[in-house]
């Protein structure tokens, strides 16, 4: 009897479908050990994290103390989610991330002092998911300043003279929005005279990431006096390909939300 190929395609996915397992997805629990809980800095545990299409969220809190709400990017800006819009509150909520993208979540609750979890308790991230055949970002990242993040008062060069940077690496400067901005000096002079660049290759919004594009970079705050003050720093970053002749640019640019 002959069989025709479009029925031996689908018998041979079928049975390829039976014996191969798909790939299992990975569950992240937000926050890790610290779970769902007010004043935690949740941005920098996303931003570590390298989550794909299929993966899940896992937001582990008391029964009837805090909330879960997926929003945009303007709600996650200003902790809003409509009245309309009904938050997870299962204390286990678990959410799976069905399409690539950012992803945006907040908690509408106040902690038993009154205090809004959004707004005054960091409990608010946007996390990055890649599609399933995408490669994760090359290279580690880095919190400048650790703890202290990017202020006065802390010698960032003694910070940065005790690693070992490479090229693909990633810098988070964390700071208030407003106070401070990050710009990548044009050289070494401009570096010591506290000289920034043109006003819109500045970053400013309080969680900027750069990522190590060439083997030198400078790096300062724009605000005023602030250089001066000590709020600057220089990173040599290590090739690992060796590539000859490579180059890198100048401009930093911010993370599309």
């Known amino acids: 009897m002959a069989i025709n190929k ?16 798909a790939a299992s997805a990975t569950e992240h629990i937000v926050g890790g050990d610290k779970g769902w809980v007010f004043g935690f800095d949740y941005q ?12 899940k969220l896992v937001f582990n809190y008391p029964v009837g103390k805090y909330n879960v709400f997926e929003v945009g990017d303007a709600g996650w800006e ?29 908690c509408k609750a106040k902690n038993d002092e009154g205090k809004w979890c959004c707004e005054e308790g960091s409990m608010k991230f946007y996390i990055t998911v890649l599609a399933a055949n995408e490669p994760a970002p090359p290279g580690k990242l880095y919190v400048v ?36 901005s990050v710009f990548q000096a044009i050289d070494e002079t401009s570096f010591k005279e506290c000289i920034p660049p043109n006003a819109d290759e500045g970053l400013s919004n309080g969680y900027d990431i750069v990522t190590l594009d060439a083997p030198d970079t400078w790096f300062i705050c ?5 250089c001066k003050k000590g709020m600057k720093f220089f990173v040599h970053a290590s090739d690992p390909s060796k590539s000859p002749g ?7 640019i911010p993370p599309k939300l």
């Open 6 to 21: 479009p029925t031996i395609i689908i018998f041979i996915a079928t049975v390829a479908a039976l014996v191969i397992p």
């Open 44 to 55: 920098t545990w996303a931003f570590q994290q390298h989550v794909y299409v299929g993966d």
């Open 145 to 180: 300043g650790d703890d202290k993040g990017w202020t006065l008062n802390v010698d960032y060069q003694a910070w940065a003279n005790g690693k070992k940077f490479n090229i693909g690496d990633q810098l988070l400067f964390k700071y208030p929005a407003g106070k401070h």
């Open 246 to 252: 490579f180059q890198g640019s100048r401009k930093l």
């Open 222 to 226: 724009g605000a005023p006096d602030h």
């Open 78 to 106: 200003d902790c809003y989610a409509s009245s309309k819009q009904k938050g997870l509150t299962s204390g286990h909520d678990v959410i799976t991330l069905e399409t690539p993208g950012n992803k945006f979540f907040i």
